[in-house]
C-alpha cells in the first residue's frame, strides 16, 4: 500500500472504529509497528491524529465525511443518471476539462466506454486512471500536491498546460451551492486550481446532486453566473431552478 493511501486508509479505520491500538492498526495496514509508528508521528504532526500510549484517535479538525471514499458513496443512483445526461454534451474531437470529484469519477466512467476522440485534462488521479485504457482519448494529469483523505491534485504548479490548450467544456462538480456564493469547495487548495481551471474553459457544465443545493462550503470556485449548464436530479429544489432557468443557465434533469 503507498504511503499516501495507507494514512487515508488508517484514518477512515480511525474514524469508524474511534480509536485504534498501534498493533490493530500495523495488522490493517500491512506494514510494520515501526513504520506504522513513524506514519502516526507524522499525522499526529500534521494535525490529523492524536497519539496515546499504544495507539491513535483522530483529530476533531479532520472530517471523514470529506474523504474521496466516503463522498463516492454518496447518492449513487443520482451521481449515475446525472453522469448519462451529461456524456450526451459530449461529442467527437472535444478537449474537456474534469475535476476530481466522486461525481465526476462516475462521468469518466461512462466516457471511458464510449467510441468517441477526446482531449482529457484532470487533476483526479482516479478520473486519470478511469480514462487512461480507451485508446481514443488522451489524458493530461494536471500536476499538484496531493493530501491525506484525497484523490485529487491540488495547487497551480501544474496550470500553464491550461494556457496551451483550447478547452471546449469544463464538467465540475461541488461540495455546496447557493445562488449568491455560487460553486463551493471545502478545500481551499483546490478552490484555487478550480478558479483557473473555470477561467480557462469556453463552458461551464456542472453535474450537482440536489443534496448541494442551499448548502454553503469553505470556498466559492464559480459564480452563479459563470455556470452554463446545470445537471441535477428530480429532487432538487423547484425555486433554485426556477431562478437558474431566468438567469439563462440550460438546467437538465438526469
Known amino acids: 500500500m503507498f504511503l499516501i493511501e495507507r494514512r487515508k486508509k488508517i484514518l477512515e479505520f480511525l474514524s469508524s472504529h474511534g480509536k485504534a491500538t498501534v498493533k490493530e492498526l500495523s495488522s490493517f495496514s500491512g506494514v510494520t509497528e515501526v513504520t506504522l509508528r513513524n506514519d502516526l508521528k ?24 470529506n474523504f474521496f471514499s466516503v463522498r463516492e458513496q454518496k447518492n449513487q443512483n443520482q451521481k449515475s443518471a446525472i453522469a448519462k445526461k451529461a456524456a450526451e454534451l459530449v461529442t467527437n474531437g472535444q478537449c474537456i476539462l474534469l475535476d476530481g470529484s466522486s461525481t465526476i469519477r462516475e462521468f469518466a ?37 496531493i493530501r491525506v483523505g484525497s484523490t485529487a491534485l491540488e495547487g497551480t504548479l501544474g496550470t500553464n498546460i491550461l494556457n496551451q490548450l483550447k478547452i471546449d467544456i469544463m464538467f465540475t462538480s461541488a461540495s455546496g451551492f447557493t445562488i449568491k456564493d455560487g460553486l463551493m469547495d471545502f478545500n481551499v487548495y483546490e478552490v484555487d486550481l478550480k478558479k483557473r481551471m473555470v477561467e ?22 464559480a459564480a452563479t453566473d459563470q455556470m452554463d449548464t446545470l445537471i441535477t436530479d428530480d429532487s432538487a429544489p423547484a425555486e433554485i431552478i426556477a431562478q437558474l432557468r431566468n438567469m439563462n443557465i440550460n438546467v437538465l434533469i438526469g
Open 109 to 145: 466512467k461512462l466516457l471511458k466506454t464510449m467510441p468517441v476522440r477526446l482531449t482529457v485534462i484532470t487533476n483526479g488521479i482516479y478520473t486519470a486512471l478511469e480514462l487512461r485504457d480507451n485508446p481514443l482519448i488522451t489524458v493530461i494529469l494536471l500536476g499538484g500536491v
Open 42 to 65: 507524522t499525522m499526529e504532526e500534521e494535525g490529523l491524529i492524536k497519539r496515546f500510549h499504544g495507539g491513535a484517535i483522530i483529530s476533531e479538525q479532520v472530517d471523514p465525511e
Open 200 to 221: 480557462s474553459s469556453a463552458k461551464l457544465v456542472t453535474l450537482m446532486d440536489s443534496s448541494k443545493f442551499d448548502t454553503s462550503s469553505l470556498a466559492s470556485f
